[in-house]
């Protein structure tokens, strides 16, 4: 029966909270786009048939993708209505009816083991299965009402001190028959982007049984762009043993530590460091004196002289020199001036803000450090404060701090230093230095 | 004879020109303060009764004192009169009236071989004994005048050039009845802080007998906060062979050279070198690449990646990344973010001048770096100007360049860099990377 | 016959073009001046007279010369006449009259065997012989059109697009009477610095012989002082093997690649990395964790922890710590403060310009560092742009962005910083230290 289930996969999102990355649902971890792991969980369980709901903006990428992963049988239909999961569940709407579904978020992380024991758990007068998940915090996520395992209202995004419970959904939900949704999806009207849950709302109301599937494992999600790091230090925990391509050259002066996946012609120079987890893809050279730790490095960079990055993503063909990384999510194409850092800390210590859309959000966490879109160059001793993005192709010039979010596109620098030039009075003896270096050669 | 003689402690000054740093006397050494090593060094010649003046600044550190050394049989009495070294005798009165007496400075350092060889020298028709010391610079002490093994004159504090001689006294002061004393003390005013040199000079004119016990060995005091520097190098010349705890952990990629002592659970990381004579206190981390040399580093603190410390004194509890620290005291609870630097030599390479209650003082040091209070945070890419001195408390924000002294419980931050944001005509090509990372990666 | 030939060695020219180094004649290259080359390779294929022609500037430079090599049979005679290379001619035309001659620019560079291959080529009726180069990009040089072997014209520094050839002459000319020439250029006027190519050129058209000699080898030249890295690089690959001295001390822990010339009581150590062809100078100290890659460093200089040089010239008795130096060239006797950067790529990562007489020029180089005069100190964290030049004797402060070239006896410093400071409302809870250094203690 599995096998007939038909999974669509909502991939049409327009990922503006996600800025300044992109495309969440093609978001690179460990050299490849986070739709190939969605996939790849759902084939393993035995679901063969994806239906995948895309955007205008990301139809190259999805066409790339099905040419190079042709292991997976993709149906593609584009998102014409753009009201967030009820346009996607909508423009699918004739290719879906009469088939069994799971929909599914393309780009929530979560263990094998939730898809497999979902499916176990189908039976054939299940009308709907959803996956709660049982949150510690607050996430802007829809909460579920749960009565002796059946679900009994589900509200999207309430105040939060109005969450009627700690259940949230997973975007993993099963219909034995999509045909009651759509139409309760066509007749929901919202000035809010919650016309689904509204509508499976409705639908509890009326009686129609949705199953709750409690699950505890691993969950991540790329709201903002900080969820990176959560996702990624998950893929990190999966490292397994010391994982070293046969091409790689590691200098016997390196240190490696811990569990590790280091890529094809990858090169580890002298006194440098690598402490597991951490992931280096291929031809990507660790230079001298650089401490790489807990970080996912791509393919083709460059981590020049006494470079540390830490708790970082860092994505393909990065330059870095002498910099300090850490906490920190860096797009592809990126370069960093030496004794640029990115800060990962508050002085007061306390959590981070970020601005998303102009409101301040709280990040929960207390080491952040920048996020960085593709193509940045950042000049020599920049300062990039705790939290702050970038768009991409922008530049921020040499010795600027940086103290609030750089829109896309643009060149932030020094304009004129309050610097001043006068004739030199001082001439300098030869007689400290000289004594100096007295001092230094003599044994 | 000796164990009859009643050590008299001076530790109730305001320690005002040794700001940012407090309370000299119990200003920690290598996990101890600096009364201990003066309690020390007179127990271990037969002194077995302490009187501590104290100030009410500092009750409770010396109630903590007197329960962390069970050892020493300590009285205790709060200096009342706040007129310096006369009103803390004065505040003693009654316990000392009718006993030999010493009286001693707190924070003095000396070798034990003074305190040895000066009980010696004690006989029963000593009317009163003083420790002369000739500098070779000019120091703010009481200059002595002595003829024939007696002295008679002193004056507190001269100016520069009207010092009488070049023997100042170190407070270390034995009288056999300090009733004679007493009395000068009450009837002799003054409007500055030499009552003290006033009622012993006066004594002196009118006969009473001074010995001078000339000193030449090493010498430390705590006038000025940078004077700890000088202190800190006689106990790290101390320090012989390398006593490095059973539970201390050196990773073999680490070098130490020269004579160390290396606390319980300290961690020293790959790629490390410590050069000695250098402290390192319990449970400290010395990370990747970092450099120590010449310096005492208290407990409980993380010197991370890349950072160098040279000829300083660090507190317990800091944080480093990524820092040059030189010539430098910090106290407790210091964290400096990346790139953060305290600069220790002027570029003109002259001697360090520091302000002082206002006043301009020649430190007559040409290495000099910052003075750093408790809890002080030092953001990323900042520069401390040499000899600059911030209060506890304080936060300097990323990318400051601070070239005077901060107050304590400030914050200083760049407000708004004159900085420009205009669009970016540029576009980055791919060819220029791509050339470069080819060269690189070719054999 | 060639032992007869008096070689004319052009020194005394200005080296406006060449600031802020100074002297290009004896600009030294592994401890000896460039006119110590110029005159060795001619001694080597027989040439045993020089005349050198020099300036009031430099006679204590050519003195000290004199007596350094007294190998050279060397006369001299100062340029009393200052129109350039007809000058030089002019003023030394009463002691080459009736002479064979070179003239040769003493500070031009190429392989021994074009003096050798040249010699060769002079026949008895040779009138006179030029060395033609090929160049494949413009340089301001003098351009020759030749018609079977022979010049017909030469015309200096033709506008870019005017050039008649690609053939350009390098200053080492024969002349087998030098009486035409020395008429000729007595009787040309111009306002430019072109005299002798035009007497050259009239000569030419009055049938007077030029013959060609074509040169394919290496040729550097010093007219702008960033070609100084072009001529340094040969230097460089001339280095076969690892040439240590005796006397130098490098650790175990130090990693020395490729082929170097390590000079006496050199010190190399811990974890520092020499990449060849690398030149180090005699007394030189190359501290722990540096990296020195491709470059030359002068005598008595002490590379100071963490700092990076890389493709540079340095000069004698410089003091660097935690710098990053890239295609930088750096004249004797200079500081850098720890967290200076001479950063040396754009952001956009196009060609450099750089100021030469007030004219923007353009340099066709992608990477140049700083160039930096004698005597120069830099402050802890300053940036400088690259291509920026620096006048001998100047300071720069902290944290200064030099984004312009900076004139000789100068100090630039940020003036007052837009800085804020006002009472410190944050506090520093310890809770988020102790939970960091519990979990970097635990295993």
Redesign the interface.
Known sequence: MINKILAVILAGGDSSRFWPLEQKSFFPIFGKPLLYYCLSRLKKEGINDFLIVYSDKNASLLNEFITSYPQFHIEKVVQKDPRGMAGAVLSAAELISGRKVFIVGSEEVYEDSLVHNLIKNIQNDTQSLIVGYEVRDYVPGGYLTVEKGLIKRIIEKPARDKAPSNTVSIVFHYYNDPKVLLNYLRKIKSKKDDIYEKALDQMMKDGYRFNLFPYKGFWGYLKYPWHVLDTVNYFLDGIRGQNIAKSAKIDT?A?IKGPVFIGE?V?IL??A?IVGPTYIGD?T?VG??V?VRKSMIGA?C?IG??S?IGRSYVGD?C?F??N?I?DSIIAD?V?M???A?L?N?R????PIKSSINEKIIQTNK?KLGGIVGS?V?I?????I?PGVKIGK???V?????L?SD??Q?????????????????????DS??REA?RK??SP
């Not at 002085?347 to 306390?350: A, F, G, M, N, V």
Request: proline share 0%.
């Open positions: 002066r240190t012609d090169r002298e006194y460091k031809r050279i001298n004196n401490m083709n460059v002289f006494a540390e063909n330059w020199h002498t300090y850490g194409n370069s001036g030496a004794g850092i800060a800390l002085l007061d210590e306390t207390n193509n160059r000049g020599v001793n920049s300062s404060m192709n922008s530049f010039g040499a010795g600027v701090v103290d750089l829109d596109g643009k060149f932030c620098f020094v304009k004129k230093q309050n610097y001043m030039i006068k004739n030199n009075k001082f001439s300098v003896s400290f230095r270096g230094l050669r």
